[in-house]
């Protein structure tokens, strides 16, 4: 049930906390293999996460969070952000 709740294709739903109030699932994307500028995943270290959460509709009346464990990398080409 849990491998992909919302249909969200390529996403990977690692955790699931359920509380009294709702329910948290954290969620995170498969590695980029390309940096926008088109340079090869050898040329593109970590730089950092973001851990943003949002808030969805109400699943068996209960509150739903989405926390995304988001990597961010920097190309070690073009020196893009992403």
Sequence with gaps: MLDNI???A???????RE???GYQFTW????????PGGHA???LPR???KEPLFLDLPMHGKRVA??????RYRCKVCG???
């Design 6 to 8: 919302l249909n969200l």
């Design 10 to 16: 390529d996403w990977v739903v690692y955790g699931v």
């Design 19 to 21: 509380s009294a109030e």
């Design 28 to 35: 995170a994307y498969p590695a980029i293999t390309l940096c």
């Design 41 to 43: 995943e050898d040329q």
């Design 47 to 49: 730089f950092g996460r």
């Design 66 to 71: 989405l926390l995304v464990d988001r990597r």
């Design 80 to 82: 893009k952000t992403f």
